[in-house]
């Protein structure tokens, strides 16, 4: 016969277990493999530099974007690719001039400024750098920041410049080209999750 502390106990475990299992990360718990300087902010709240030496946030300067409390987030189509693997040579050397560590990979945290600095490019705001005195050049965001970026492009994309616009539209080719080949995120080149 089971007890009613024992009972109990199991009952809390379980509850525990339950919460834990849908309590959301840090993005540096989940992508631990990052090699490089890097923050861990929310994208609202990043500095962005304009041209004219004026700071604000990425939040000013997109009253629209909004980070998604969605329990199945949009992802970008990797977590980390190798460089060398992209067909698309207007993608390739858009990843080479983001990959912040020089490993010939890019990498979520690159991603995210990626998308940040060329969404805000593309729709003609004079940006120069994100973060106020030096450049951020990778940063972790949650995965409702990742969601909300890829949603702001997505929304935005047909008013941005053509350069700007390639960009995305070949991103999304590749999500395309993995799911075709059916692979998953993280196993592009020696990827991880």
């Not at 709240?45 to 939040?59: I, W, Y």
């Amino acid at each position: 016969m089971i007890s009613r502390s024992s009972l109990g106990v199991a009952s809390a475990f379980a509850v525990a277990l339950l919460l834990g299992a849908w309590s959301p990360m840090s993005s540096a718990t989940l992508r631990c493999c990052y090699t490089g300087d890097v923050l861990e902010a929310q994208a609202a709240d990043v500095e962005v530099k304009l041209e004219d030496g004026h700071v604000t946030s990425f939040g000013e300067l997109f009253p629209d974007f909004e980070r998604s409390t969605s329990f199945f987030p949009l992802f970008y189509p990797v977590y980390r690719l190798d460089i060398a693997r992209v067909v698309y040579a207007h993608l390739a050397i858009k990843f080479i001039n983001y990959d912040a560590n020089d490993n010939g990979f890019i990498e979520e945290p690159e991603l995210n400024v990626l998308f940040m600095e060329e969404a805000a490019r593309g729709l003609d705001h004079p940006v120069a750098q994100l973060g106020g005195e030096s450049r951020l050049r990778a940063i972790f965001v949650s995965p409702g920041d990742i969601d909300g970026l890829i949603r702001l492009v997505n929304r935005h994309r047909s008013e941005m410049k053509p350069d700007a616009r390639k960009t995305f539209d070949e991103i999304d080719l590749l999500r395309i080209d993995f799911r075709l080949d059916g692979t998953q995120p993280g196993e592009q080149g020696d990827g991880w999750f």
